[in-house]
């Protein structure tokens, strides 16, 4: 299974980025992950086939995850940007995770896509 994910960039605090993720294969959960500088991996959001999306308590609001009706694509619309939110954004996926939040649960990933959030 391969994930080409794309839509990072450098953006104002409090601007918007939309990133896309595409992947090989159709499963059941897509989900974004973010890893900054000395930081442990740390969930994004997840989205069912069904629809059924799931956020971080803190990005909730701010963040919407979606995917396409092929369902082999996932969004993630950043919205008020904050300079924390800067990290490399990581697209993955897997039938059925043990646990969504836990990126040990996940066996594919993509190469990952940087954002800063930056004046």
């Known amino acids: 299974v391969q994930l080409q994910a794309s839509g990072g960039g450098l953006v104002q605090p409090g601007g918007s980025l939309r990133l896309s993720c595409a992947a090989s294969?159709?499963?059941?959960?897509m989900a974004w992950f973010r890893q900054a500088p000395g930081k442990e991996r740390e969930f994004v959001a997840a989205v069912r086939g069904s629809g059924n999306a799931f956020y971080a308590a803190s990005l909730r609001g701010r963040f919407t995850i979606s995917r396409d009706g092929a369902k082999t694509t996932v969004y993630l619309q950043m919205n008020s940007l904050k300079v924390e939110d800067t990290a490399v954004y990581y697209c993955?996926?897997?039938?059925?995770?043990?646990?969504?939040?836990?990126?040990?649960?996940?066996?594919?990933w993509g190469q990952g896509t940087q954002v800063t959030v930056s004046s």
């Open positions: 993955t996926l897997d039938q059925s995770p043990r646990d969504y939040r836990r990126s040990r649960y996940y066996v594919y």
């Open positions: 294969a159709r499963t059941s959960v």
